[in-house]
Each structure stands twice: as C-alpha cells, then as structure tokens.
C-alpha cells in the first residue's frame, strides 16, 4: 500500500535517494538545492543508508567526484543549481561521454548575472546539449516518481547515459505537498541492483578510462553517444509502463491536458503547467476549446511524437522560461517549431518567454497568451512571432 506524506520537493528527492540507497554521493551546498543533500546526509548520519557521502569544496568537484565513483562500478548521484551545475560544466560533457549512469537533481534557478536565486530554466536548458538525458516536473509527486525511473532509464545497457531530473527552484522544491511514496522494498525491487558490465574496480576483466579521443575516433565516439540517446526514447516508455503498473501513475514524454479536440493550445514545462492547466478548465467551461502539453522529456527530444500531437491544434505558443538570446525565441520553441514543420506545418506557432528570474505568472497572463492565439484565429495573422509575457518593456 502506497505511504500518503506531505513533503516539500527537495524531501522528496531526498526521500527517493533513501530509497534507491547509492553507493556513492558526492555534492556541495547550493541554493536552492541545498536542502537534497543535507536532508540525505541525515540518513547517512543515522545509518539508514550505506552510503558514501563525499562533500567536496565545489560542485566541479562533486561532478568529479561522482565520474570518478561510477567509473569504478558505484551508483552514484548527485544535486545541484544554477551557478553550481554551470561549474560542472567540463566535466557534465565528460561524463556523458564516458557513458556514465550518474543521477543528478537539477533544482531549476536562473544564471548570473545579475545574482538572482529565484527559478527559471536557464541552467539546464543551457546544459541541454551536454549529453544528458533531461527530465522535467511539474511538481513533488512527479519529481520523486522521477528520479526513481532516472535511475532505471540512466543504467539499462543500450543507454548507459547521465540523467537531470529538473524541477523548479522554490516554487516545487520548498512547497510541501501531498504525496503517494512506494514502499522502500518496492523501490529496491523496481530499480534492481547496480551490476555495471565495465569498471575500473573490476580486477578480472582491468581497463582504462579517459576522455582523449584524437580525430581517428572522436566522431564515432559522438555518434556512438547519439544512438544511446535514440535508444533512451524506447527504454524511457518502457520504464514509466512499468512504474505505472506498479503505482497507478501514468508518464510518458509529455502530458496532453485536454487536447483531444483543442483549437489552440500551449507548449509548456514544469511548475508554470499546473496554472496553465488552470486556465484551460476556466476556458473549457466557456466552451472554448483550449488545450497543453506539458513537456517532460526534453532530452532526447520527442521530435515525431511532439509534431504529430500538434497537428491538428489551429494555433499554439510555445513557452520558454529561458532566454536563448538568439533574437529568435527560446530553446523549446526551436525545436517544437522544428517538429511542427514535419508534422504540423498549418498549425499557427508563436514564442513566449516568460517568468526569468522568478517573476510571478499569473492566471491572467497565461489567459492573455490564449486570447492572443484565439485572436490568431480569428484573423489568420500572426502580429508578433517572438514575445516576452510579463516584462516591463
């Protein structure tokens, strides 16, 4: 039976870790992801994991460390923000290209400069060609559920890739909420026993590891990390058909809100979602028929998937809380505008970014997106492609 509590995001994630029982996490303190790993170092403290937990002097460092332990054969995972994950940088490309299954939380925060601690999703987005798989939450429940198929999807043989598990910064890490967790035994059973086939720790079959690859074989070193990832959108499905059979919660590489007949419809990530979908109730009762998809797999990105989802909605924004600064919408909107083209080429697309640095979105706002794209309908142009929501202009 599962175990009703009410925890923040960061309990959570710290909750499932305990569960999962690693062999290795290394991490340093970083608002607002501080809290998953001193919530966790109390288990170790308590003895309720055997776990080695390594505090090292900067998140460089914890990366380091955790390629180090997982290249000698130890399940290992990890936490971070913002500045904390851009320091990692280096090695976040190292370890995807030595294959590794780390599992990190990435407790979404905006990038200095200016310092700002509050949420958006610069940081991972900007990580978002690093090599790791991405997933993202829109709340506690979906960022424990989470990191317990990161695990399973991370280490299964023809993906052997890193995993960020993202959420965002206070507004999911530190709200309390309630929660369905599995038991501790049905989550050792679910993500199984960390068996790597290759490792430097393993005496009878000794190798080496190092990122050096010269023009001989880097290029089929990156295609070689391309299929892995093509293999991750197989096994990604298959993990969530089993957690749903195991906890009744169903995923897969986004959610549709009510877009079986939708006109218009937004694109969307994370906690923003769960006020959209808001929004799209009051416009229902209406009778207007509005609809959203919340992204969860960023990474691989579900290309087919998106565009066809898309196809017969007549006008869609999509919403970006990073700016790419590429004088051409942010990074979601690029790449759904590129499935569209396949898949969805009538359907109406425009760009918005929003909520950087925090700032607040509010019903109102998301209801003025939705008018702009009834408005779109109505007279078949498209009076601005590229737009800023809530921003003093």
């Known amino acids: ?14 909750v499932a870790m305990r569960q999962i029982d690693p062999d290795v996490v290394a991490a340093f303190p970083i608002t607002p992801s501080t809290e998953v790993p001193q919530y966790f170092s109390q288990f170790v403290a308590n003895g309720q994991v055997h776990t080695e937990f390594v505090a090292v002097e900067s ?13 000698a054969g130890a ?10 994950l851009a320091l990692m940088w280096e090695m976040l490309y190292i370890a995807a290209s030595l294959r590794l299954p ?15 601690i509050h949420n958006d999703h610069s940081d991972s987005m ?3 060609d690093s090599g790791w798989i991405q997933l993202y939450c829109e709340n506690n429940q979906e960022a424990y559920d989470n ?9 299964h043989k023809d993906v052997q890739l890193p995993v960020m598990v993202c959420y965002d910064g206070f507004i999911t890490s530190h709200a309390v909420e309630n929660i369905e967790l599995l038991e501790d035994e049905k989550v050792k059973a679910f993500i199984g026993e960390y068996k790597p086939e290759h490792y430097l720790l393993d005496r009878d079959n000794p190798i080496s590891m190092g990122p050096l690859d010269m023009p001989a074989y880097y290029f089929e070193h990156k295609r070689a990390q391309a299929e892995a990832m093509k293999n991750a959108k197989k096994v990604i499905l298959e993990v969530a058909q089993e957690f749903e059979k195991l906890t009744g919660r169903k995923y897969g590489y986004f959610e549709e809100y ?5 006109e218009v419809a937004l694109v969307i990530m994370n906690s923003t979602a769960g006020t959209a979908k808001f929004v799209v109730n009051q416009l229902r009762e209406q009778g207007i028929k509005a609809g959203l998809i919340k992204m969860r797999v960023f990474r691989p990105f579900p290309f087919e998937e998106l565009g066809k989802a898309l196809s017969h909605v007549k006008a869609v924004a999509i919403m970006d809380k990073a700016e790419s600064f590429s004088t051409a919408g942010g990074p979601l909107f690029t790449e759904v505008r590129s499935a569209m083209l396949d898949y969805a080429r009538d359907t109406r697309a425009i760009s918005y970014i929003y909520g950087l640095g925090g700032r607040d979105v509010r019903t109102d706002e998301i209801l003025s997106v939705y008018n702009d794209l009834l408005e779109i309908i109505r007279t078949g142009q498209i009076k601005s492609t590229f737009n800023y929501l809530g921003v003093r202009e």
């Open 1 to 14: 039976m599962a175990i009703k509590d009410k925890l923040s995001g960061n309990e959570a994630i710290a």
């Open 59 to 71: 998140e460089h460092s914890a990366m380091s460390a955790c390629i180090g332990a997982e290249a």
């Open 75 to 84: 399940r290992t995972m990890t936490a971070t923000s913002s500045q904390g």
């Open 102 to 116: 780390i599992v990190m939380s990435v407790i979404n925060r905006a990038l200095s400069g200016p310092i700002n």
């Open 126 to 128: 900007g990580a978002r």
């Open 147 to 155: 990191l317990i198929q990161a695990i399973r999807i991370a280490e």
């Open 258 to 262: 009510r877009m079986e007949d939708a």
